[in-house]
């Protein structure tokens, strides 16, 4: 069964302290609400104890966990979920109901914890170094196992009950018999800290992951490791094996090489999958053809297996996802994290296939440029791509044959940004030569030279009506100047750095530049400065204002959307009130793209790939491969149909965006 964007609908969901909210309804403590296809059907409230004589003590009612949730585990038969936390308790929650039925105290923090094959007794890792068997039902402890020497981090069960697995930051892992009480085997032979654990379907394998990205194969029986499994640069946070148990999966807290898909008949890497999150926790779908995994980003991710190719993101967490698991009938997901819920999804069995999903198609990719394309453009009416080199020279294309039509050359330095006027006759470029030029865009012709910036023009843009260009600069200053007749109009200053962004609102009553980790917001008539904004880790490096706010945000105004480190920022235009952040890229991103009607954002930057967010939600819809370098320039058309990238490594290519943005 596949997984796909559309099929998650919230099944429900356990609001294990506070207040929280979906919508207009309010619940609070340990209750549940059910929704189906998106929509809430049932809502189950806390019922109230029974009258008391007055000199009755209180009832005590179970309550949820106050700290981050870090395991999570379902019974075999699929009615009752465990959760456990670094607030020292283990929640015992009625799957159907959605009741909290009772909170076991632990002394320490639980960082693991698993019920066994049989559904009686539970297990769980703590950091008093011990792992501890429960009675599933009482909540009566019932055995102890002592003599790990750090934190218990994980702890697993042998299909056939009679054995369980434990691995610890003192780097072993042990095997202990169940019916005894007797340690049988302790693993040694891992560089790091063991942090994650699991057992093949058939009890024959243990795979263990340590702090230093090692991962480690162990035959049930063996002392020694059949495979050791390198690769990852950093903790190996997860592993899964697949339901044939010819595959096993481990997930990372790096974000590059964050998923390897491995061979365990060969012991050999068969796929990478850079998620550009760090990943939790990974899970396989019941048939094995997709991948789940609980992010950093509070999202959930799905993965084709047999691709690697991203198939759904979900956003319902409001802090990292710390623990994943499947339903043993596969029909729902639980997931827990830093927000202290605990929340359980519908995976819908109409996505057994994701025939249906539109994917952005790469249509043309344009060479011709001999350095670094550092900006592309398009012509308002969607027939020509203007593209700004580090070769200092200029092209223009046709869009939809990806013709060459004109190289326009001038510039004696790299062409850092360009524009093309509203009424699509005129090309504005800036250069490292301390220059701005506009050109005719239909022959090329040079038409003007700008020349009174003292430093690299790192930023150009017309308004709205088309009659000013603005250009920011290294040397600190804006500076507005008359289309036509090249006239310096006003020159703002403020800034302690490098100007490397502006944009303009639709009615031309304001502009906004990004510098040095700032962004400072101004009337664009009297040059008055209005607001300055912090929040960035970089330059900000791109900048956008949503043409369409009833799309957006509705009723609250126009947004404006920012970026240059690896975050995107969503601010009130009017007011500076920061509104949402947008995490998905693992480091900077140079360049926003946003659809005219202001429903999706398009974002490239150092780690090579195109993201699609939907800004009614923030949710990131889509990640593709762009380019083979830096991605520093994006473009939409006007009718939303086609994407243009451009990039250090040369090229421009050209999109079909899906219809459904």
């Known amino acids: 069964m596949g997984l796909s964007q559309s099929s998650w609908k919230a099944l429900s969901v356990f609001i294990v302290t506070g207040v929280a909210t979906t919508g207009s309804l309010y619940w609070s403590g340990s209750t549940l609400a059910i929704a189906r296809t998106g929509q809430l059907i049932a809502q189950a409230q806390p019922e109230e104890a029974p009258p008391q004589p007055e000199d009755a003590p209180p009832i005590p009612k179970p309550s949820g966990h106050t700290e981050n949730i870090k395991s999570l585990a379902i019974s075999p038969d ?3 979920l465990v959760s456990g936390g670094d607030d020292q308790s283990i929640n015992i ?35 008093d170094k011990t792992i501890k068997i429960w009675d599933l039902y009482t909540g009566e402890l019932i055995q102890t196992f002592a003599g790990h020497t750090d934190n218990v981090i994980a702890v697993a069960f042998s299909p056939d009950g009679q054995t369980l697995v ?52 162990w ?36 974000n590059k090489d964050t998923i390897k898909v491995w061979n365990l008949r060969t012991g050999k890497l068969r796929r990478t999958i850079s998620s550009g999150d760090w990943v939790y926790s990974i899970a396989f779908s019941g048939d094995g053809k997709t991948l789940i995994g609980g992010t950093n980003r509070k999202t959930l991710k799905s993965w084709d297996l047999k691709t690697g190719e991203l198939k759904g993101n979900f956003i319902g967490h409001e802090e990292p996802i710390y623990d994943i698991v499947l339903s043993p009938d596969g029909q729902s997901l ?33 060479t011709g440029h001999t350095e670094g394309v550092r900006a592309v453009a398009i012509s308002p009416d969607g027939e020509t791509i203007v593209s700004g080199s580090l070769d200092k020279t200029l092209k223009t294309w046709n869009l939809n044959n990806g013709e060459l039509l004109n190289t326009l050359e001038g510039h004696e330095q790299p062409i850092w940004a360009l524009a093309i006027s509203p009424d699509g006759e005129t090309i504005v470029s800036g250069s490292l030569d301390n220059t701005l030029k506009t050109w005719d865009l239909n022959t090329g012709e040079l038409l003007n030279t700008f020349d009174e910036h003292q430093g690299a023009i790192l930023a150009v843009t017309f308004s709205p009506d088309g009659k000013n260009i603005v250009s920011g600069s290294s040397d600190k200053t804006i500076k507005i100047w008359e289309r036509e007749t090249g006239e310096l109009q006003n020159t703002l200053e403020g800034n302690t750095d490098s100007i490397v962004s502006l944009t303009i609102s639709e009615d031309g009553q304001t502009l ?21 904004l912090t929040g960035h880790a970089n330059y900000v490096a791109s900048l956008a204002i949503n043409a369409n706010p009833d799309a957006f945000f509705e009723g609250l105004g126009p947004r404006l959307v920012t970026t240059g480190d690896e975050k995107i920022r969503i601010w009130n235009l ?18 926003l793209a946003l659809s005219s009607n202001g429903q999706t954002l398009v974002s490239g930057g150092v780690d090579k790939n195109i993201k699609l967010w939907n800004l009614s939600t923030g949710v990131l819809q889509d990640i593709f491969p762009g380019h083979d370098a830096w991605i520093y320039s994006l473009a939409i058309s006007s009718d939303g149909q086609t994407l243009v990238s451009g990039s250090l490594d040369k090229t421009i290519k050209i999109w079909q965006m899906p219809q459904r943005f």
Do not use: C
């Not at 059949?226 to 997930?251: I, K, N």
């Not at 509104?579 to 140079?590: A, K, L």
């Open 166 to 217: 434990s691995g610890s930051w003192d780097k072993t892992i042990r095997v202990w018999d169940l019916r005894t009480g007797e340690l049988m085997r302790k693993l040694s032979g891992h560089p790091g800290l063991v942090v994650s654990l699991a057992i093949s379907s058939d009890g024959s394998l243990i795979a263990s992951g340590d702090s230093e990205g090692v991962v480690n194969v």
């Open 219 to 254: 035959n049930m029986e063996s002392d020694d490791p059949l495979y050791t499994l390198t690769g990852h640069s950093t903790w190996a946070r997860s592993l899964a094996f697949s339901p044939d148990d010819q595959t096993l999966v481990s997930s990372s807290l790096d």
């Open 334 to 366: 639980a997931s827990g994290g830093g927000d202290r819920q605990v929340k359980v999804w519908e995976v819908s069995p109409l996505a057994e296939t994701i025939s249906g999903k539109e994917e952005v198609a790469l249509l043309k990719t344009l």
């Open 93 to 127: 929650w009625d799957l159907a109901s959605g009741e909290l039925v009772r909170t076991i105290s632990s002394e320490k923090w639980v960082y693991d914890i698993a019920i066994s094959p049989d559904g009686r007794t539970l297990a769980s890792g703590s950091s």
């Open 78 to 80: 699929g009615q009752i």
């Open 512 to 532: 906004v530049s990004g510098s040095d980790e700032v962004i400072k917001i101004w009337d664009l008539e009297t040059g008055e400065l209005k607001n300055t």
């Open 574 to 591: 009017n007011t500076g009130e920061p509104q949402d952040i947008m995490e998905g890229h693992w480091s900077r991103v140079y360049s």
